[in-house]
T-cell receptor, first 115, second 115 residues
């Protein structure tokens, strides 16, 4: 069935260092992979996404890479800042019938950036 | 542009009662999806509505239902509440159109506590 695995579950880095979170998906039909940041008491916030016809996408300090053959995708945050501390979720979705299907989420990574 | 709004933000109910949660999507968005978030099960897809029709459904019992109105606002209902229904219920809004952006934007959620 559909499944998205996410690692690590917790990640602690020093301010200024890089952070990498990895996900693996099982459904070959998945073609859309968003990443969400969730702060305490808030809903998930979309921070970056990638579609299956693209291998890498960057937005300032954030980048996502996708390896379709291995069914892996990763989030890279460079020059981390204390405000990057949050729970990060990866997700996968199929695009059945031309419209976005349900998001299957990973289990989340608690990122702590130490000042 | 206003974001996704959910009401109420907090609810306390007792076992056996029923509850209705409301979601107003981003203006122009026609798809509303609902997710349940718990510490044990993470983020799980409940259902998606598009143009007043349920387009997709997750693996939840029939006690969980929803509907969408002509203005794209959506409600979800949980009947005969159980302790395990305590969770953060999140609503996500997207264009939902074939060929359109698949991005889903979340509201702040409704925190339901069942006693």
């Amino acid at each position: 069935g559909e499944n998205v695995e996410q690692h690590p579950s917790t990640l602690s880095v020093q301010e200024g260092d890089s952070a990498v979170i990895k996900c693996t998906y099982s459904d070959s039909a998945s073609n859309y992979f968003p990443w969400y940041k969730q702060e305490l008491g808030k809903g998930p916030q979309l921070i970056i996404d990638i579609r299956s016809n693209v291998g890498e996408k960057k937005d300032q300090r954030i980048a996502v890479t996708l390896n379709k053959t291995a069914k892996h995708f990763s989030l890279h945050i460079t020059e981390t800042q204390p405000e990057d501390s949050a729970v990060y979720f990866c997700a996968g979705a199929g695009n059945y019938g031309g419209a976005t299907n349900k998001l299957i989420f990973g289990t989340g990574t608690l990122l702590a950036v130490q000042p | 542009k206003a974001g996704v709004t959910q009401t109420p933000r907090y609810l306390i109910k007792t076992r056996g009662q029923q509850v209705t949660l409301s979601c107003s999507p981003i203006s122009g968005h026609r798809s509303v999806s609902w997710y349940q978030q718990t510490p044990g099960q993470g983020l799980q897809f409940l259902f998606e509505y598009f143009s007043e029709t349920q387009r997709n459904k997750g693996n939840f019992p029939g006690r969980f239902s929803g509907r969408q109105f002509s203005n794209s606002r959506s409600e979800m209902n949980v009947s005969t509440l159980e302790l395990g229904d305590s969770a953060l219920y999140l609503c996500a809004s997207s264009l939902g159109l074939a060929g359109g952006g698949p991005e889903q934007f979340f509201g702040p959620g409704t925190r339901l506590t069942v006693l």
